[in-house]
């Protein structure tokens, strides 16, 4: 784990940066895909937690929530919106070949949801905030008292299909509802946060000014 804000650690892949999951004071912030479990279970015997929530139930996302969450006996949360999908009552996302073949690589299985998370719920210091667009129920996690923002894929900050770093919004290829999403980015712009930190990407700091640049281009 690497050290990217006061309480907070980034749990990356074998490729750094690629997905992301974050340990926020005893909270896991997404799980990435199913591949990950092993390196996440690693990092959390230095760090225990008592928490896992998503920002949204995305294979990359979602992939190790069962394996954790039964390993450590730990509780799930996530948005209302997304809870039967979590559960396996609902697929996951296939509307383009991307999404299919994120599912048919990354997915983990279905897991109870314990907890609901959405706008204004506080977890871990940070607040709850709902942003969907990238997914139904997607939320961010913000806290006020330094401007570190959570931002699960909101935004990107590489692109998703050649690595490259860079602010980039998601690919219509991966929105589900791809007429929200620019509003959802606004949302985290408006915020001015001070430490970004991604699903995908890099950990962004000193943002704001850059958030602001880039929003003016959508």
Known sequence: MRQVADGVWQVSGPVPNMINSYVAEDVLIDTGSRHDAGRILAALQSHPVTLVGLTHVH????????????????PLACHPVEVKRMEGAEPMPSKS???????????????????????????????????PGHSPGHVIYFRERDG???????????????????????????NERPELVNDAIRRV??????????GHGPVLRDAAKRLKEFARGL
């Open 148 to 174: 570190v923002a959570i931002v699960g894929d909101v935004l990107n900050n590489m692109n998703i299909f050649t690595g490259l770093p860079g602010l980039h919004r998601p690919p219509d290829a991966v």
């Open 59 to 74: 294979p990359d996302h979602q992939g190790s929530a069962h394996e954790v969450c039964t390993t450590l006996d730990l």
């Open 189 to 198: 712009v408006d915020l001015e946060p001070r430490v970004v930190a991604f």
């Open 97 to 131: 070949w991307y999404s299919r073949l994120s599912h048919r690589i990354f997915s983990g299985p279905p897991h109870p949801v314990n907890r609901t998370v959405d706008e204004g719920d506080e977890v871990a210091g940070f607040k709850v905030l709902f942003t």
